[in-house]
Each structure stands twice: as C-alpha cells, then as structure tokens.
C-alpha cells in the first residue's frame, strides 16, 4: 500500500517541481496558535508537515528550535498533545504527509509500542529521531517501519561512502541531507556543497532527498530545489513566530498570518524555474 509521504512525492515529480517541507514545534507558543497554523501550512503551499516533539534537550537544534521546545514545553505541551494535535489536523486534511521529529529519550518513557499504536491512529506518516543510530535499529526503527511507518533518516556532508549504506538501511519515505556541519538555523547553505553532496547520495539510494538546515529565505529555498526533490524549512518559520510574541510571551496578533505569508513566498520561490 502507498503511504501518503510516497504519493506526495510522485506527485511533486509529476509536476515536475521540487516539494516545501515546513517545521513547526507542537505547542510552540500555545496549543492553539499552533494548531492553527498547522492547519492552515496546507493551504500556504507546505507539501509535507514536520512537527516537532517538545523536548527538554534537542542537542541537534539550534538556538532557535531549541527555544521553540523550551515555549512549547512552559505552554503544558507533551508527546500525549503533540499527538492529539496531528489528530485534530487530520479531521480536516487526510492527505498532507505528516513527520514527527524528535528525540527517543520522551518516546522511550512514553513507551515504544503506545507510541507507534496512538501516532498511527492519529495520522502521522513518518518518524525522524535524531539520536537514535543505525546499530541501535531494534529500539524503535524495526518496530515502527512493521506499524507501517516511513523511517526518515538523516545523512550529513560528514556521512562518507562507507558509513552511507549503514545510515541509508531500513529508511523508507525519504532520506533527509543536512545541508550543513552542525546545528539548525546557524550558517547558510552552500548550494554547490548540496549539490555534491545530493549527487553522491543519490549514487547510493532511488528515496527521494530532502535537504534541510540552513535554508533562510525563498531565494535560498530556490536554489537549494533545483537539486533536491523536497526543502526543508525549520528555523526561518520559527523565527517569525518568536519575533511575533508579546514580552510575556503571547501571540500577536499577526502571528499566524505572518508565518503563513512567509511559507506563501517560499512556496512561490521553490516553483520559480
């Protein structure tokens, strides 16, 4: 049976375009806020949702994301809402692909079996855990890829050709390259490192590439779509809503329409040839 991440992408390539893929923390900076932008990203021009488990330590984000968590978690986001979020969106939308990503430390004290039986039941369509390696495939990899789960794995420019078929085995859905060395939302992406690193993996797996990290604005969200079939835009959106908030942390006014204005142009960026 094809999954609905699957179909997005033969979708994309019938169209002959690259695909949007916008992060967004659950919670991030109220339940509300956050459901509500989520709802609305389908019709901004987002192809595939990523939403982020709150976590306490997201040692591979960087200061904007982690923030995005430390709001998230202070507004009574947990993985049990994370969940009832991605529910309540697939009341109206059964067609958008939708990833968690997080951290296996909440999914482990959660309990692995709960975890992939609720997600499944909500709608969710893939799973990126960050610091869960392939060695350790056993832990939650296996089990979910048997609940019908795409496994999204992260390839890195450090990733050589002898570490790739470990990195690339058991991934389904697509392969995610980090554009950069280091943490989210930090430098700029290099379009012609990308597009090396992009080429080589594509010498090792027929999955679709998405890249991420670094990607800022709809010029860069361009050039980094004439070499992968998705983008992945995290930090730039969580920027805005920071920016958005009162000094006590409230939405503005504005927030979700900024935010949805932002993805319309990296949306219409990505579609220029």
């Given at each position: 049976?094809?999954?609905?991440?699957?179909?997005?992408?033969q979708?994309?390539?019938?169209?002959?375009?690259?695909?949007?893929?916008?992060?967004?923390?659950?919670?991030?900076?109220?339940?509300?806020?956050?459901?509500?932008?989520?709802?609305?990203?389908?019709?901004?021009?987002?192809?595939?949702?990523?939403?982020?488990?709150?976590?306490?330590?997201?040692?591979?984000?960087?200061?904007?994301?982690?923030?995005?968590?430390?709001?998230?978690?202070?507004s009574?986001?947990?993985?049990?809402?994370?969940?009832?979020?991605?529910?309540?969106?697939?009341?109206?939308?059964?067609?958008?692909?939708?990833?968690?990503?997080?951290?296996?430390?909440?999914?482990?004290?959660?309990g692995?079996?709960?975890?992939?039986?609720?997600?499944?039941?909500?709608?969710?369509?893939?799973?990126?855990?960050?610091d869960?390696p392939?060695?350790?495939?056993?832990?939650?990899?296996?089990?979910?890829?048997?609940?019908?789960?795409?496994?999204?794995?992260?390839?890195?420019?450090?990733?050589?050709?002898?570490?790739?078929?470990?990195?690339?085995?058991?991934?389904?859905?697509?392969?995610?390259?980090?554009?950069?060395?280091?943490?989210?939302?930090?430098?700029?992406?290099?379009?012609?490192?990308?597009?090396?690193?992009?080429?080589?993996?594509?010498?090792?797996?027929?999955?679709?590439?998405?890249?991420?990290?670094?990607?800022?604005?709809?010029?860069?969200?361009?050039?980094?779509?004439?070499?992968?079939?998705?983008?992945?835009?995290?930090?730039?959106?969580?920027?805005?809503?920071?920016?958005?908030?009162?000094?006590?942390?409230?939405?503005?006014?504005?927030?979700?329409?900024?935010?949805?204005?932002f993805?319309?142009?990296?949306?219409?960026?990505?579609?220029?040839?």
């Amino acid at each position: 049976m094809t999954g609905r991440i699957e179909k997005r992408f033969q979708a994309l390539k019938r169209d002959g375009r690259p695909g949007l893929v916008t992060f967004v923390t659950a919670g991030d900076p109220n339940v509300e806020t956050s459901l509500n932008i989520i709802q609305k990203l389908p019709a901004a021009g987002s192809d595939i949702i990523e939403i982020g488990m709150p976590f306490s330590d997201p040692m591979a984000d960087g200061p904007a994301i982690q923030a995005s968590s430390q709001r998230a978690l202070a507004s009574g986001m947990t993985l049990e809402a994370t969940i009832d979020l991605v529910q309540t969106f697939r009341t109206g939308d059964s067609e958008t692909p939708v990833v968690l990503m997080g951290y296996y430390n909440p999914i482990y004290s959660f309990g692995v079996e709960r975890f992939l039986e609720e997600i499944k039941i909500a709608g969710v369509d893939g799973i990126i855990i960050v610091d869960l390696p392939p060695e350790e495939d056993r832990e939650l990899c296996i089990p979910a890829r048997k609940a019908g789960l795409d496994w999204i794995r992260l390839a890195t420019p450090t990733t050589d050709d002898e570490r790739l078929p470990a990195v690339l085995s058991n991934a389904s859905g697509f392969i995610y390259y980090v554009a950069i060395m280091g943490i989210t939302g930090t430098k700029s992406a290099n379009q012609e490192e990308v597009r090396a690193g992009v080429a080589r993996l594509r010498n090792h797996t027929d999955l679709p590439i998405s890249v991420g990290f670094g990607i800022k604005n709809p010029e860069s969200a361009r050039a980094i779509g004439d070499t992968a079939d998705a983008v992945v835009v995290g930090s730039a959106i969580v920027d805005i809503i920071s920016a958005n908030l009162s000094i006590e942390g409230k939405p503005m006014p504005k927030l979700v329409e900024y935010v949805l204005e932002f993805v319309e142009k990296l949306s219409r960026g990505i579609r220029q040839k």
